[in-house]
């Protein structure tokens, strides 16, 4: 994003441009200049990116993978919740990171929800897990 010395904005011609749009390359000035994440871009190109952005496909996995996770701790008490653990991980970590992408204009707005609702399952399945892990190591060390 280079600053044309002299160049003015595409939209107003008697002001000065302060930035070029990062995909078609037009000139804009301050009031012209919208955010796609970190770069500048020019309202029109926005509007097209957020359209053209697609939910993650990880998220509904990492979704799934965190219902299976609950659903599956009763069985997989037994060797320290694991499962239900990983499962709990892999559902915050993706969640934040679509959280993220969202934040910064590259993911899609109407994955939001679903992306927080990942990442609450994920922590509610970490919780669970950590929690009876603890417990089972705690009545392990306690019955030496
Ligand atoms: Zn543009
Ligand atoms: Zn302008």
């Not at 919740?81 to 992408?101: F, H, I, N, Q």
Request: with cysteine.
């Amino acid at each position: 994003m280079l600053t044309p010395t002299g160049a003015v904005c595409a939209t107003h011609p008697d002001v000065a441009a302060v930035a070029t749009c990062a995909r078609c390359g037009g000139f804009l000035c301050g009031d012209c200049t919208e955010l796609a994440g970190e770069t500048p871009s020019c309202a029109p190109c926005v509007a097209v990116l957020r359209q053209e952005a697609r939910p993650s496909r990880v998220i509904p996995v990492a979704l799934a993978l965190n219902v299976v996770g609950l659903a599956s701790l009763p069985c997989s008490l037994y060797i320290l919740a694991l499962p239900t653990l990983v499962a709990g991980l892999v559902g915050v970590v993706l969640g934040m990171r679509e959280l993220r992408r969202i934040a910064r204009g590259e993911g899609a707005e109407r994955g939001r929800t679903l992306a927080r609702v990942t990442v609450v399952l994920g922590w509610v399945d970490l919780g669970l897990a950590a929690g009876w892990a603890a417990f089972v190591l705690e009545a392990a060390w306690s019955s030496r």
